[in-house]
C-alpha cells in the first residue's frame, strides 16, 4: 500500500515544482532576485538611483477626466505635461500639480495609446493596434488635431491586437525614438529618421533593435518609456511588474523604483501604472488608470 502511495506524492512534489519555476520564469523572479543581490552587494554609483525616490503626491484623482489616461511626456518650453485617453481620444495637457490646462480633441488616431515630446509644438502619438507613429504640431491655440494631416510612419512588426506600441521616449541627441512593444513579445525597437526633419534630405527610416538589453528587462511587461538626456539612460516602467527600471547606455539594469505600498513612501499600490515622464530637474510623473497622478522626488541627503 505504501509503494502505491509514494508515485503520487513523488508525482505532486514534481508537479509543484515545475509550477512554482513556471511562475518563477513568467515573473521573471530569478532575475530580479540575481539583480537584487548583485546591487546590494555592490551599489552602483552610476545611475539615478531610483530607490531613494519618495512620493510627494500619491493616488491624487485628475479632476475633470473619466476616461482612463495612457502614457506621459514632459515639454520642457511649456513645462507642463501632456497625456492622452483612448476611450474618448483626447491629447491632455496637464500642469506639474496634475491639473488640467488644455484639451485637444484627437481625430483619426485609431487607439492612441503614447504621446512623447520630440521638439518645440512637437509630439508623436501612437495608434498601437496600427503600430503607426504619428508626429503633430501644437501650437497654444490648437484645440482639435487631425491625424490625417499629420506626417505618419507605419512600421506592422508583429501585429497582435492590443499589445502593441505602449511607449514612447526620445534621445533629441541621438534623434532616436524609443518605441516600446507591451508584451508577447516585449520589446523596445529604436527608430532613427522620423519624424522627417530635414526636407532637403532624402527619407530614410532605420529600425533597431537591441535583443542583449531586451532581454535583461526583467519585467512582465512595458507600459511606458523615459529618456535621460543627462546620463542617457533609460526609464522603463512596468505596470504588471509594478516597477520602474532604469537602464544604462549598454542596456544593463542599474537602479528600481518600486510602485508597491510600503515602497517609495507609497501608502498603497499604485493601480495600473500607464505613463511616466521626468522633468529637467529630475522629477518623476507619473499617471495611473483611471485618472490617478502621482510625483515621486529624490529623499533628501
Known amino acids: 500500500m505504501r509503494r502505491h502511495l509514494r508515485l503520487p ?3 505532486v512534489a514534481f508537479l509543484s515544482v515545475a509550477l512554482l519555476a513556471a511562475a518563477a520564469h513568467e515573473f521573471r523572479l530569478f532575475e530580479r532576485g540575481w539583480f537584487n543581490l548583485r546591487t546590494w552587494w555592490q551599489p552602483s554609483d552610476q545611475g539615478m538611483d531610483l530607490d531613494r525616490y519618495r512620493a510627494v503626491i500619491q493616488a491624487q484623482p485628475i479632476d475633470g477626466l473619466d476616461d482612463d489616461v495612457s502614457a506621459l ?6 513645462k507642463t505635461l501632456f497625456t ?3 476611450a474618448r481620444s483626447e491629447l ?10 488644455r484639451r485637444v480633441t484627437l481625430v483619426g488616431f485609431g487607439d492612441p495609446e503614447a504621446v512623447e515630446y520630440v521638439g518645440p509644438n512637437s509630439y508623436v502619438i501612437t495608434d498601437e493596434r496600427q503600430q503607426r507613429l504619428i508626429r503633430v504640431r501644437l501650437d497654444d491655440d490648437t484645440r482639435t488635431l487631425d491625424a490625417s494631416q499629420a506626417e505618419q510612419l507605419t512600421l506592422g512588426i508583429g501585429l497582435n491586437g492590443n499589445k502593441g ?26 527608430v532613427r529618421g522620423f ?28 507600459s511606458s518609456l523615459q529618456f535621460d538626456e543627462r546620463s542617457g539612460h533609460l526609464l522603463a516602467l512596468s505596470d504588471e511588474s509594478r516597477l520602474v527600471l532604469e537602464l544604462d547606455v549598454e542596456g544593463r539594469p542599474l537602479s528600481t523604483l518600486s510602485l508597491r505600498k510600503g515602497y517609495q513612501g507609497l501608502e498603497r499600490t499604485v ?17 495611473s488608470e483611471p485618472n490617478l497622478f502621482y510625483v515621486f522626488k529624490p529623499a533628501a541627503d
Open 9 to 11: 506524492l513523488i508525482f
Open 73 to 78: 511626456t514632459f515639454d520642457p518650453e511649456r
Open 84 to 86: 492622452v485617453t483612448n
Open 92 to 101: 491632455i495637457e496637464l500642469s506639474l500639480a496634475g491639473r488640467i490646462l
Open 165 to 190: 506600441f505602449e511607449g514612447l521616449a526620445y534621445d533629441s541627441a541621438g534623434k532616436r525614438l524609443f518605441v516600446a512593444k507591451e508584451r508577447d513579445p516585449m520589446l523596445i525597437y529604436e
Open 195 to 222: 519624424p522627417h526633419d530635414q526636407p532637403d534630405q532624402p527619407y530614410a527610416v532605420q529600425v533597431v533593435q537591441d535583443r542583449k538589453r531586451d532581454r535583461r528587462l526583467f519585467v512582465r511587461d512595458l
Open 271 to 287: 493601480p495600473q501604472a500607464e505613463g511616466i515622464a521626468m522633468d529637467d530637474a529630475g522629477t518623476l510623473y507619473l499617471v
